[in-house]
């Protein structure tokens, strides 16, 4: 099936509920942890959502495996319009100079509540290149392990760029291959490489959101699009096993919270004529900002109204007000900018209509 002109509004909607997953399980669920503090709202989630249904992280890995999907799904959608020096271009400047924002602004509110040191160079060196090579210090912005994940699925994706067009099965299953190499050999990835190998295996998460694509698009057919999710589930569940043996994967399963995140994303992509809620839409265009700065921004304003403010259903708005003030001046500050960059820099790089598989009227994500 090849849908004849739509701009995917199901996946735009799910960005947004994502960010706000992520944002509900830091500042709502785990700081209450941290501080100690009671929530009733939080109380009744837990009690009557995340407990039964087994979904764990309190939505953090829910949100988290949400933009998985989405990323699979929309990142080999544009591989297939753009050329590889387009895509590199596009998506270089579409992740970095956010995240360079955010670091400064980490290092700002650290040097103004006199709470957090300057990390070290090879903190500064791990963060800003992406490269997720693991140091002895804390995380610099806590969530940049996502984008490690991400970047080594833009250079699979990269990698097999012409398959991806031609033969999608054949390009899906040298992923695989890779991807199994990878987990086989995780243990013996010493020091500084074993977690960059741990970020290789999760790319297989956006493998499923590529499958979606294939299926959507016509490009394979039903059967064959779910004995490829078959045979990526099970790569999941033995990159579980022997990458962290001792996981209770009765308790603690990130593929239950994948199962229910495949579900949403199926349903929310073949629903037809869908509007976005204005406040959804506002947090899609915001979600990559609203990501990396919600902890940054919204944790300490937590924290300085915590001693003003007892009530913390009140001081979670509060944080989620910071934080997605910070995300606003971000998106329109720095993201709106560099992606205009990337399309005046990569205006002459889009494919042939040839080479394209595209529906012809179909329009961009």
């Known amino acids: 099936m090849k849908p004849s002109s739509e701009r995917f509004e199901g996946v735009g909607m799910l960005r947004g509920i994502a960010a706000l997953l992520v944002l509900y399980a830091h500042l709502g669920a785990q700081e209450m942890d941290r501080e100690g503090a009671t929530s009733v709202v939080v109380v009744t989630i837990r009690t009557y959502v995340t407990r039964p249904l087994n979904i764990i992280e309190d939505f953090g890995w829910f949100g988290v495996c949400l933009f998985f999907l989405i990323s699979g799904f929309v990142i080999t959608h544009s591989i297939q319009r753009e050329t590889r020096v387009a895509f590199a271009v596009r998506r270089m400047l579409r992740l970095y100079p956010p995240l360079f924002f955010a670091a400064g602004v980490t290092i700002l509110v650290g040097l103004g509540l006199r709470d957090r040191a300057l990390p070290p160079l090879a903190t500064w060196v791990s963060t800003l290149t992406l490269a997720g090579v693991p140091v002895n210090t804390p995380p610099f912005l806590g969530v940049e392990w996502t984008l490690f994940v991400e970047i080594k699925f833009y250079l699979l994706t990269l990698l097999v760029a012409p398959l991806l067009r031609s ?34 295996y999760l ?19 039903l059967a064959v699009s779910v004995g490829l999710a078959l045979i990526n589930y099970v790569i999941c569940v033995y990159g579980m096993y022997q990458i962290e043996p001792n996981r209770d994967l009765a308790h603690n399963s990130q593929i239950v919270s994948l199962f229910y995140c495949m579900a ?17 839409r506002f947090f899609e265009k915001i979600s990559y900002s609203l ?13 300085l109204a915590a001693p003003y403010v007892p009530n913390y259903e009140l001081r979670f708005l509060i944080g989620l007000g910071a934080g997605t003030l910070a995300a606003w001046i971000s998106y329109h ?14 205006s002459g790089q889009r494919l042939p209509a040839s080479r394209q598989n595209l529906a012809p009227t179909e329009q961009p994500v």
């Open 203 to 221: 790319a297989v998460y956006l493998l499923f959101g590529q499958i979606a694509y294939f299926a959507y698009m016509g490009r394979t057919s």
């Open 264 to 280: 949403l994303f199926y349903g929310a992509l073949y629903l037809k004529g869908l509007t976005i809620p204005t406040p959804l």
């Open 167 to 200: 033969r999608p099965v054949l390009a899906y299953l040298l992923q695989a291959a890779f991807l199994c190499f990878v987990i086989y050999y995780v243990r013996a990835f010493k020091g500084a490489i074993f977690v960059p190998a741990i970020s290789m």
């Open 291 to 303: 990501y990396l700065l919600h902890g940054v921004v919204g944790i300490p304003a937590m924290r």
């Open 333 to 346: 500050l720095i993201e709106v900018r560099s992606i205009d960059v990337a399309k005046r820099l990569t």
